[in-house]
């Protein structure tokens, strides 16, 4: 069996069982015993049983050749000889411990790669001799057209065309401030009939009168009481003297 086909079928088989952190090797330039090696995880004995199982099944159904099976009585770590191809499936801790990938890891294959090489082959055998598919003709590009004076103006008017009216813009706020009268300030008459701008005069407010402002008030009251009385008494003195 091709080594890419065989490859991918141990990939398919473990990932068909949850096989985890599945790595592959290629090894043709570390020795001439096997051309990979396959590396995969199992969380517990059962698992790692199931997965060599799988392995097994799935090279045989295909026409592989299982050359030998080793440790499926513990379970702690199965190796399935394929000849061309060595599978490794341990448990974590195992794995862990022996570093199978600083051994064997020097030339990584990506299982990716891996799965879309051998298929591909695989295509090209069932195709046998049927006759390849003609490539596609690609359309011939159009020669450059030259830009003429005319062309650009043709071209600005259908634009103008395209573009929607423009609204009136709206009167500017100082245009309207202009347009209407300022306001009169307010005047009031005075006393010469001469008019006088209106001045804004708060509100009145009454405070009482002091004591000594009343007894003030109250003796400029009585002397001027006094003084008419002194003058209403002056003139029938004037007559009793003569």
């Excluded at 405070?207 to 009385?229: D, F, I, L, W």
Aim: charged share 30%; glycine share 6%.
């Amino acid at each position: 069996m091709d080594i890419k086909k065989l490859q991918s079928l141990v990939v398919d088989a473990l990932e068909d069982v949850k096989g985890q952190e599945i790595q592959l090797f290629e090894t043709t330039h570390l020795t001439s015993l096997f051309d990979r090696v396959c590396i995969a995880s199992g969380t517990s004995n059962r698992q790692t049983k199931a997965l060599a199982a799988s392995v097994r099944d799935k090279v045989k159904e295909n026409g592989g050749n299982i050359v030998s099976m080793e440790g499926e009585e513990t379970g702690e770590w199965v190796l399935v000889d394929l000849g061309d191809m060595v599978v490794h499936i341990m448990q974590p801790a195992i794995r862990a411990y022996y570093r199978l990938e600083e051994l064997w890891g020097d030339k990584p294959v990506k299982l990716g790669a891996a799965k879309r090489t051998s298929g591909k082959k695989a295509e090209a055998d069932e195709a046998g001799d049927k006759p390849k598919r003609a490539p596609r003709k690609t359309a011939a590009k159009a020669a450059p057209v030259e830009v003429t004076h005319d062309m650009m103006a043709i071209q600005a008017t259908l634009d103008d065309d395209k573009k929607p009216a423009r609204k009136p813009r709206a009167a500017k706020a100082t245009g309207d401030a202009e347009a209407k009268p300022a306001r009169k300030p307010a005047t009031r008459k005075a006393a010469d009939g001469t008019t006088a701008a209106k001045v804004p005069t708060g509100a009145r407010v009454k405070v009482a009168a002091t004591k000594t402002a009343v007894a003030s008030a109250k003796q400029a009251a009585e002397k001027r009481s006094a003084s008419t009385a002194a003058a209403k008494r002056a003139p029938a003195r004037k007559k009793a003297a003569e």
